[in-house]
């Protein structure tokens, strides 16, 4: 399909890693993406990996990309309750556009 | 230094009307998309500028959406007729140059359609 799938939800308590997976469709994509949207606000981005990495590593935040199965995984380590928010996943396309998934919502429970 | 910047913040319209949303992106940045986010759609790419060239228009939804560039710098979207269904949060977003990783968003126009 012409999708990028995420899964809608994901629950975690305080202080354990979080993990948001995703698929994508174009593997020609340069860039994928990960963007935070909390509530009421714009679209953050927090991190991105380039097509011809398998993994980058940022703070508290990893990334993990097998191109093979076009596969995407953010792993937040020590989730806070900060780190509520909707997470999308994007990649790019030709004219350097985003397709987006439709959100991962992460709650944080104290 | 400012980000992309977008007005009106809100807007409310009955349906049938005209509207336009405005942004201003980064200074520099000459490429420059319009998306909309919605319950139904999530994020959905709508159209695109880069720099003087024509733009790309592949994810306007109907023909009652229309957007302009003028002077390389601050966009207008237009919509016409408004109908429920365009009521979304509509975002803008620019980046220095085509092929850039990142895109820098604005907080976007919520457009209620009553």
């Known amino acids: 399909g012409e999708d990028v799938e995420q899964s809608l939800f994901l629950s975690v308590r305080e202080g354990d890693s979080s993990v948001i997976n995703c698929t994508y469709t174009d593997s020609s994509s340069t860039y994928l993406y990960w963007y935070k949207q909390e509530p009421g606000a714009g679209l953050q981005l927090l991190t991105y990996?380039?097509?011809?990495?398998d993994m980058k590593q940022d703070q508290r935040l990893t990334v993990l990309l097998n191109k093979k199965d076009k596969h995407l995984s953010l792993r937040i380590a020590d989730t806070q309750t900060g780190d509520s928010a909707i997470y999308f996943c994007a990649e790019t396309r030709s004219q350097g556009n985003l397709i987006f998934g439709k959100g991962t919502k992460l709650s944080v429970k104290p | 230094g400012a980000g992309v910047s977008q007005s009106p913040s809100n807007k409310v319209t009955e349906k049938g009307k005209d509207v336009e949303l405005r942004c201003d992106p980064i200074s520099g940045h000459t490429a420059l998309y319009w998306y909309r986010q919605s319950l139904g759609q999530g994020l959905e790419f709508l159209i695109y500028?880069?720099?003087?060239?024509?733009?790309?228009k592949s994810g306007l939804p109907s023909d009652r959406f229309s957007a302009e560039r003028t002077g390389g710098s601050v966009s207008t979207l237009t919509i016409q007729r408004t109908q429920q269904e365009d009521s979304a949060v509509y975002l803008c977003?620019?980046?220095?140059?085509?092929?850039?990783?990142?895109?820098?968003f604005g907080p976007g126009t919520r457009l209620t359609v009553t």
């Open positions: 990996i380039f097509s011809n990495m």
């Open positions: 977003a620019s980046t220095p140059a085509y092929g850039s990783y990142e895109q820098y």
């Open positions: 500028f880069q720099g003087n060239s024509a733009p790309d």
